[in-house]
């Protein structure tokens, strides 16, 4: 019998191979995450449907259609929404819902919609179009009008329809570049910086089918033809190319798509169906526009690159960069906005000597203008812009001067205008003296360890939103208003930060009346000023633990706090140093501190504290490795992280170390940071580095997560509970419950794939081994899902390997170099 069975099945295994080939798939069927499953494909093998594993992480995939012949199995449909899903997740054929995907616990991440009726199969044909079916064989479903980036031979796009690029390369979610047919029936190529609105910003391409004199030769849908030519379709049957294809290589020995890849170029390729000796890749057939940089005609948005960035042309690919003393904002992405490394100031007493011009040719950023000169002469174009303190950049071009504003937009090289700009910097003639700026980093440059003791308890800053409320309420208290602007004294203005003397700082806390805490440094008054007739509302520092001696270092640390300038970092505005006289001006934040946040009330949405998180990663990314001077933190806790009006975090309370007298920061011991925060080296009178930052964020990011204190005194130790939240986490992650650290969260749980992602990220910030944890850089890419999170293993040295789950702690401190 066994025998038999056996015959049997060599018998039908052929019959079972080429079902996989059938194009056919019934109702009920399914496919899993799990790097095994077989796909469903098309009947000549084209094409198949499931999951694709992403690069960077094997236990990620994304639900897709694919070229399943040529080696590189390239995606050509994707299911974006639910991006990415967990390893075990399912894609069921529903008879109701259609496609049907879910996670691991069966929990629906995404249906194909609404249907008009039961689906009774799915075919996948040979056009690569994924189709669900009815009893009667009645279309309910297609892909090809259910696009994501790419058009197939045969595909079309109707009116309404819309072709949306991914963020990056690898990162399937929604990007700034729309292909759409619009109801005037033009095809146009545009962007927009919300995907939830219904406003675009800027169109860079348009087929100007559009005919307003006769509606019936207006377009009416845009062809991929299957002799490769991309075409629009009028309503009277008339045909405009708009793809220029001249001898195009034969569709039956060639695969073809066209793709709206992610840098906004709508690009046809081809791929060989056959090929020997190795792979040739994709080949570039045409693309549009012919260029991108120039292409952009709108009022708003940043154009094919970030703000303050240039976009250049290179075979047809648009190449962005940061033009000289800007920063990418995200050093991950060459293609975002770019920052100033300096601030610039707006100060009537300023002489126009604190800056200077970088004349960079065929440049132009065609928007911004809120001045122009006509006639004009390049000096005279030069000079307006030097001492107009809103000037960020100038272009000249034609006897004609044009003004502009940051942040700058479009910025593009067109060398067809015979122009060239003047882009406003930091002046590098300005004297060591008053500038004490280094220009570029060396091994040498000492390294700005921030010492913030554990007395600032509960943080100055919550006391500042709170008292400033209660006074406000009780309407007792009024400001005088400190009219702006200051002129410099005593030639000690610092070039990044406004020069405050002691009386006007009187006059704008109204001789500080009114208090908004004390901490280690000092004491705090809210103080408010008006600059150009805009009221801005300041936190001052009134430091009293200064060393009297010490001026000089003063006004370096002061420049060096300055010079930060990233949007996850509370600004320093200004500062006093007269006599025994030390202030520090900050900007307010209005909305709290992080800690208010987590532990006071209603908690934040997962989203939000998603955000958060990676706010606060950012941030110490840059003090960490993107600021001229090194800047170690050490007091990384939620009530030194404060919410701007957007809820952004904000890290405060930075910088200020070096500016204590010697035995002043009321500490019994060496040891930085507050308790449940502190790194295991400050114990042992290990050397002190960035990685005691890491170990704090670490703790913070499952704070941020769980929403529970890092020491939580309410709670005792038993099975189910502990009080110390790093070895709480650790035990649901090791027992297989991650899900237990959100409680009933649902909006966390249905984000499973980021929730587990988040918590490995925190828990290797926390190894007690501090070369085991990984920089900041490395943490925020983790966090954001463009590298593989590993499983951690247990934090703790005194843990004995043996007696902990193996696959648990199979990295060893010395493999973190292989796991990410």
């Known amino acids: 019998m066994a025998a038999f069975l056996l015959f049997l099945t060599i018998l039908l295994f052929p019959l079972h191979s080429a079902a996989q080939f059938t194009g056919t798939i019934p109702a009920g069927a399914s496919i899993t995450a799990n790097g095994t499953s077989n796909p469903w494909r098309s009947p000549n093998g084209d094409f198949a449907f499931g999951f694709q594993t992403l690069p960077q992480n094997d236990d990620l995939f994304v639900l897709s259609i694919w070229f399943d012949k040529i080696p590189n199995q390239t995606i050509v449909w994707y299911e974006k929404d639910s991006f990415p899903v967990r390893r075990g997740s399912t894609v069921r054929l529903d008879p109701i819902a259609g496609i049907s995907l879910q996670d691991p616990q069966g929990t629906t991440l995404n249906t194909s919609g609404n249907l008009s009726g039961r689906v009774a199969d799915a075919v996948l044909n040979d056009t690569g179009n994924f189709i669900l079916r009815g009893n009667d064989s009645t279309w309910l479903w297609q892909s090809f009008r ?13 009116i309404n329809g819309q072709l949306i690029s991914r963020s990056t390369a690898a990162n399937f979610s929604d990007g700034r570049f729309y292909g759409r047919m619009t109801p005037a029936g033009n095809f146009l190529l545009s962007t927009k910086t919300f995907p939830s609105t219904t406003d675009f910003d800027a169109n860079y391409y348009s087929s100007n089918t559009f005919d307003n004199a006769n509606a019936s030769n207006s377009g009416v849908r845009l062809v991929f033809s299957n002799v490769t030519v991309l075409s629009v379709v009028r309503r009277n049957g008339a045909i405009s190319p708009i793809s220029d294809v001249i001898n195009a290589p034969p569709i039956a020995e060639n695969y073809y798509r066209a793709t709206l890849d992610f840098d906004g170029v709508f690009t046809q390729y081809y791929h060989p169906r056959s090929f020997a000796g190795g792979n040739p890749g994709w080949t570039v057939l045409d693309s549009l ?109 034609s006897n004609q001067c044009w003004k502009k504003r940051l942040p700058l937009s479009n ?74 602007p200051i002129q410099p004294r005593n030639n000690v203005v610092l070039p990044n930060v406004c020069y405050f003397s002691y009386n006007d700082l009187v006059l704008a806390t109204s001789g500080f009346a009114e208090e908004l805490g004390r901490g280690a440094f000092g004491i705090v008054y809210k103080g408010i ?22 001026e000089k270092e003063f006004k370096a640390e002061v420049d060096i706090i300055g010079r930060t300038h990233h949007k996850n970092l509370v600004r320093l505005i200004g500062f006093c140093n007269e006599g025994q006289h030390r202030l520090l001006a900050y900007e307010y934040m209005p909305n709290g501190t992080l800690a208010a946040a987590l532990f006071g009330g209603a908690k934040p949405s997962w989203k939000q504290r998603k955000q958060m998180a990676v706010g606060v990663a950012r941030g110490l990314l840059y003090l960490h490795e993107e600021c001229a001077t090194q800047i170690i933190h050490c007091d990384i806790k939620p009530q030194n992280i404060l919410l701007d009006d957007r809820y952004n975090a904000r890290i405060s309370d930075f910088g200020l170390a070096k500016l204590l007298r010697k035995n002043q920061s009321k500490t019994l011991t060496n040891i930085r940071g507050t308790k449940g925060y502190v790194a ?29 204190r890092s020491v939580d005194q309410n709670l005792e130790f038993t099975e189910e509970e502990n009080p110390i939240l790093v070895d709480w986490v650790w035990d649901c992650f090791a027992g297989g419950k991650v899900e237990s650290v959100v409680g009933g969260d649902e909006e966390a749980l249905a984000d499973r794939a980021a929730l587990e992602r988040l918590v490995k990220a925190g828990v290797w910030c926390v190894q007690e081994d501090a070369s085991v944890r990984p920089t900041m850089r490395t943490a925020c890419l983790m966090m954001e899902g463009v590298i593989d999170v590993r499983v951690p293993p247990c934090p703790y040295l005194q843990i004995s390997i043996l007696n902990a789950d193996p696959k648990l702690n199979s990295l060893s401190s010395s493999s973190w170099s292989r796991s990410v």
């Open 146 to 158: 259910n696009p994501t980036d790419t058009m197939l031979p045969d595909q079309t796009i109707e």
């Open 289 to 397: 526009p012919d260029n991108i940089c120039t292409g952009f005609r709108g009022a708003i948005g940043s154009g094919a690159c970030g703000y303050n960035s240039i976009c250049s042309v290179n075979d047809g690919r648009p190449i962005c960069r940061c033009p000289e003393q800007f920063s990418l904002v995200d050093p991950t992405n060459s293609y975002g906005d770019c920052t100033p490394d300096y601030v610039q100031t707006c100060l009537p007493g300023e002489s126009g000597d604190e800056y200077q011009l970088s004349e960079i040719p065929d440049t132009d950023w065609p928007l911004n203008d809120y001045a122009t000169e006509n006639p004009s002469t390049e000096e005279r174009c030069r000079r307006l812009c030097l001492t107009d303190c809103f000037c960020g950049a100038a272009i000249f071009r």
């Open 411 to 484: 910025g593009q090289v067109d060398r067809s205008l015979g122009g060239k700009a003047f882009l406003k910097l930091r002046s590098t003639n300005i004297s060591s003296e008053n500038l004490n700026r280094p220009s570029t980093k060396t091994n040498g440059q000492k390294t700005l360890i921030t010492v913030l003791s554990v007395l600032l308890g509960a943080s100055i800053f919550a006391a500042l939103i709170f008292l400033a409320i209660a006074h406000r309420s009780r309407g007792n208290f009024k400001f005088r208003r400190l009219q702006l």
């Open 529 to 550: 000023v008006v600059i150009n007739d805009s009221e801005s509302v300041l936190a001052v520092k009134k430091l009293d633990r200064v060393a009297e001696d010490s």
């Open 680 to 708: 295991p080296e400050w114990f042992r009178s290990s050397q002190v580095t960035a990685k005691v930052d890491v170990y704090s964020f670490g703790v913070l990011l499952l704070e941020i997560i769980t929403c529970r």
